[in-house]
C-alpha cells in the first residue's frame, strides 16, 4: 500500500506499508526531510551517528543530510515520510532555523509519548485527507498542518536537547565514531586498513559491522561524503574545477566526473549552471 502526494515539486508526502529493505543507493538531497514510523524497526544512519528507530519516533533529516535505512529482523515496516523545500514554508520556513528546531540542533531523533504520537497521525492524516478532498485552500491547509508538526517537534525538541547521547548497543557507538572521523577527515586518504588501526578493529569485521549497520560500504560512504561536498563547493563558490576535485579527496579528474556524474546524475559543469540558473 502506498499514497503519494506531491504539490508543485516542493512538497512531497509518502504514506506506506514495505518489506524491509534497504535503499537503493547513497541519499542525501535538497529537500528537509521528516519520517515517522507506525509500526515495524528501522536502523537509519543520519549524519555522524546511526539509531534504531522504533514505532512512534520522529526523525528530523535537515537538506544534504546524508542518510539510509537499513534491515532488522522485522520483515515489514510502515511509515510516512514528508519532504518539503523551504520554498513552499515561504516566510515561515523561519521555523526550521529556529535555535530549539531538531534541524538546527541536531536531534535527528525524537521518541513521542503516546498522546503526541496520536497527534502526529492527526497531522499527517490531515495533509493526506486534504489533498484526497482537494478542497478549496487545501494545499494552504496543508502547508499550516505541516507547520503544525515543526512546531510540535521543537517543543517536544526542548526536552531532549540536555539528554546525554544515548546508543542502541555498542555497535552503533563505534560505527558512529567512525562516521564522525570520515566526515572530519574524508579529503585525507582513508583506507579499510587505516581505519581498523585507528579504532582497534579487524578490518574484515568493520567492514561487515558497517555494512551492516549502515547499509554502505566504507568506500560508498567516503564516496558519499566527498560528492556532497563537491556539490557544495560548486553551488557556493567560483572555484575551478581542480581545485574542488582535490579539495574533497579526488586526484584522478576522469574518476571524479565519472563517480559525480553517477550520483548526480549531472556532470560537475551542469550542477554549478543548474543552480546558478
Given amino acids: 500500500m502506498v499514497h503519494k502526494i506531491t504539490l508543485h515539486g516542493d512538497f512531497y508526502l509518502e504514506e506506506s506499508v514495505k518489506t524491509s529493505i534497504e535503499m537503493a543507493a547513497p541519499h542525501f538531497h535538497e529537500m528537509y526531510e521528516i519520517y515517522y514510523l507506525i509500526s515495524g524497526e528501522r536502523n537509519y544512519l543520519i549524519g555522524n551517528r546511526t539509531y534504531k528507530v522504533s514505532p512512534g519516533d520522529l526523525l528530523f533529516i535537515p537538506s544534504y543530510e546524508i542518510h539510509r535505512a537499513t534491515n532488522t529482523s522485522f520483515l515489514f515496516h510502515e511509515r510516512i515520510v514528508v519532504n518539503f523545500t523551504k520554498k513552499f514554508l515561504a516566510q515561515d520556513a523561519v521555523w526550521l532555523e529556529d535555535e530549539q528546531s531538531p534541524f538546527v540542533t541536531g536531534t535527528h531523533l525524537i521518541s513521542l509519548p503516546v498522546h503526541i504520537q496520536k497527534k502526529v497521525e492527526e497531522l499527517l492524516g490531515r495533509m493526506v485527507l486534504e489533498f484526497r478532498t482537494k478542497d478549496k485552500g487545501y494545499e494552504t491547509s496543508i502547508k499550516a498542518a505541516l507547520l503544525e508538526l515543526l512546531i510540535l517537534g521543537l517543543r517536544q525538541n526542548r526536552g531532549e536537547l540536555n539528554k546525554p547521547v544515548e546508543y542502541a548497543n555498542p555497535s552503533h557507538r563505534k560505527i558512529s565514531e567512525i562516521i564522525r572521523f570520515i566526515n572530519e577527515n574524508y579529503a585525507k586518504p582513508i583506507t579499510l586498513y587505516s581505519l581498523s588501526q ?37 553551488r557556493e563558490t567560483k572555484w575551478k574545477m581542480s581545485r574542488i576535485m582535490e579539495h574533497v579527496g579526488f586526484h584522478d579528474p576522469a574518476h571524479f566526473g565519472k563517480v559525480f556524474k553517477k550520483m548526480s546524475r549531472c556532470t560537475p559543469l551542469q550542477y554549478r549552471k543548474m543552480y546558478r540558473q
Wanted: net charge positive.
Fill in 198 to 234: 585507528k579504532f582497534f578493529i579487524s578490518p574484515y569485521y568493520l567492514s561487515r559491522l558497517f555494512k551492516s549497520t549502515t547499509g554502505f560500504t566504507y568506500v560508498e560512504y567516503l564516496t558519499t561524503v566527498r560528492i556532497k561536498s563537491a556539490q557544495r563547493l560548486l
